[in-house]
Nanobody, 114 residues
Framework: QVQFVESGGGLVQPGGSLRLSCAAS????????MGWYRQAPGKQRELVAS???????NYADSVKGRFTISRDNAKNMVYLQMNSLKPEDTAVYYC????????WGQGTQVTVSS
């Protein structure tokens, strides 16, 4: 059974930091491209960052220099370190695994507000 458990979301002030974690099970984790997507109210889901099985990373322009994606294949974990958070980063963040088929986590809410 494929399962993703996201954690680390919450309420943070502008300029603050959060670290999202996603624990994956039921897949050969090391073979998958892992990603973080987000969806704000009234907007389409968008890619935030991804990391391939080889460790190559890709970021949305809006988060470059502020967010860092990483993975630990030994623990089947993927992380998203988010720094210098802005109100426009407010969204539900989803963990994604992609290799021929895509799997999604249930999402974790990130709210950036003073």
């Amino acid at each position: 059974q494929v399962q993703f458990v996201e954690s680390g979301g919450g309420l943070v002030q502008p300029g603050g930091s959060l670290r999202l974690s996603c624990a994956a099970s039921g897949i050969m984790f090391r073979l998958y491209t892992m990603g973080w997507y987000r969806q704000a109210p009234g907007k389409q889901r968008e890619l935030v960052a991804s990391i391939t099985s080889g460790g190559a990373t890709n970021y949305a322009d809006s988060v470059k220099g502020r967010f860092t994606i990483s993975r630990d294949n030994a623990k089947n974990m993927v992380y998203l370190q988010m720094n210098s958070l802005k109100p426009e980063d407010t969204a539900v963040y989803y963990c994604n695994a992609n290799r021929f088929v895509a799997y999604w986590g249930q999402g974790t809410q990130v709210t950036v507000s003073s």
